[in-house]
């Protein structure tokens, strides 16, 4: 029997990364692949004590059907953190959704038609292009510099009209690159005369290890952005649980949309993550995490600044999980990593992250997920690969030219 699938589902790959994942699965390689938070960093027992004590006092109602939205102190605690940003915002513009991934999916729903545009950086998070491609738009993107999006280059793709612009603008996935402050306002201002929605992802913006910290594209645009969060990075991805931050008339469209898709966010799992908010020092955990991610980030640094040949270039990011490097002209990350992984280390190869598969010559490393010693020994073996690669480059020339 023939299947009839809808002719989307022919334009949309599986994930990359969750394929080498397959391949990584694998206790003896040192992976930099996944986008993986430490376990260490999972406050296991604190969360297993609001499990119980929401079990004991109010299991029956936990254990319910609730409301799209989602559970209402949940969503008032969320609005409560962004005040510390100067940003006033109201429990009726949060929507509790499963996962972050889930408020891609929404945002693609309600926006988009088959043929709009939707921009994004250059290089841009793999799922985003997974999730938005489900409806079928047409990308471009807009490159980025060491300190954020080239905005006169923003400024020319927003003059073609697209609907959104996705953006990751504190350390990004995969660069780890974080727009500054200029750049936000300059971001910002682009926007001003515009009908494209900014969608801020930021899943990273708790975990600053180093630098200053910075608001929120919401600080800057008022009401003319979708901001994503999650607790996949400061509590458990397993939970997943998310949010979306939108304006009342977008909001509107949301919940219409997750009541489509799935009703509601698990309840229970609302219910027990804000039992470990209310009863746990939050701030004091999240310091936590920054420390041991900043130790991590430094290993991975230093190894890269010991190992690394010449000519290869990298990012070093003032938070989140990735860093970014840029092999010479000519080389190819994915034979990279076919020769890595002989050698029991992997990464991602960066030409996934491009929407026309270029950038063949990038890679992402995932540093929170290891420890040092597993780092500095991963390194080691990736820049004898990279070393080895070099040479058979060089080799290729010479039978060229002879």
């Known amino acids: ?21 397959k391949v990584v699965d694998d206790p003896s390689i040192i992976s930099f692949a996944g986008g993986l938070p ?50 006033k915002a109201d429990a009726g513009e949060i929507l509790i959704t499963t996962g972050s991934q889930q408020g891609l999916d929404l945002i693609g729903k309600i926006f988009l038609n088959k043929g709009d545009t939707v921009a994004v950086e250059r290089p841009t998070y793999l799922a985003a292009i997974q999730s938005f491609g489900m409806y079928e738009p047409r990308f471009v993107d807009v490159p980025l510099m060491g300190d954020g999006v080239d ?18 603008p504190s350390f990004q996935n995969p660069t780890g690159i974080t727009y500054s402050h200029e750049k936000r306002k300059q971001a910002a201002d682009a926007f001003k005369d515009c009908d494209a929605v900014f969608i801020e992802d930021n899943p990273y913006g708790d975990i600053r290890f180093m630098g200053e910290d910075l608001p929120p594209m919401r600080r800057y645009m008022g009401s003319g952005v979708i901001t994503m969060g999650t607790f996949s990075k400061t509590i458990s991805p397993g939970m997943r649980l998310g949010w979306l931050y939108a304006p009342s008339e977008i909001m509107d469209k949301l919940i219409t949309a997750k009541q489509a898709a799935d009703l509601h966010t698990s309840y229970f799992v609302q219910r027990v993550v804000y039992q470990y908010l209310a009863d746990n020092d939050v701030e ?79 890679l992402r490393l995932n540093y929170s997920s290891s420890d040092e010693a597993r780092i500095e020994a991963g390194i080691r073996r990736l820049a004898k690969a990279i070393n080895t690669l070099l040479e058979e480059s060089k080799n290729d020339i010479i039978d060229i030219r002879w």
């Open 284 to 362: 004091g955990h999240i310091k936590k995490i920054q420390s041991m991610y900043k130790v991590q980030r430094d290993a991975m640094v230093h190894a890269i600044e010991r190992y690394f040949p010449a000519g290869v270039e990298y990012t070093k990011p003032e938070g989140g999980m990735f860093l970014w490097v840029i092999l010479p002209e000519g080389l190819s990350s994915t034979k990279l990593f076919d020769m890595a992984i002989q050698d029991k280390v992997a990464f991602v190869p960066g030409e996934a992250f491009f929407i026309d598969g270029s950038g063949r010559n990038t």
């Open 151 to 168: 905005v006169e280059a923003l400024r020319q793709v927003l003059e073609s009209g697209p609907k959104l612009f996705y953006s990751v």
């Open 38 to 87: 430490n376990p260490k960093s999972f406050p296991v027992e604190e969360v297993t004590a609001a499990t119980i004590k929401v079990m004991k006092e109010s299991g029956e109602s936990a254990m319910q059907y609730s409301t799209t939205e989602g559970y209402l102190p949940l969503r008032e605690y969320i609005a409560r953190r962004y005040a510390k940003y100067g940003i």
């Open 1 to 21: 029997m023939t299947q009839q699938f809808a002719d989307r589902m022919y334009s949309v790959k599986r994930s990359f990364i969750r394929e080498i994942l």
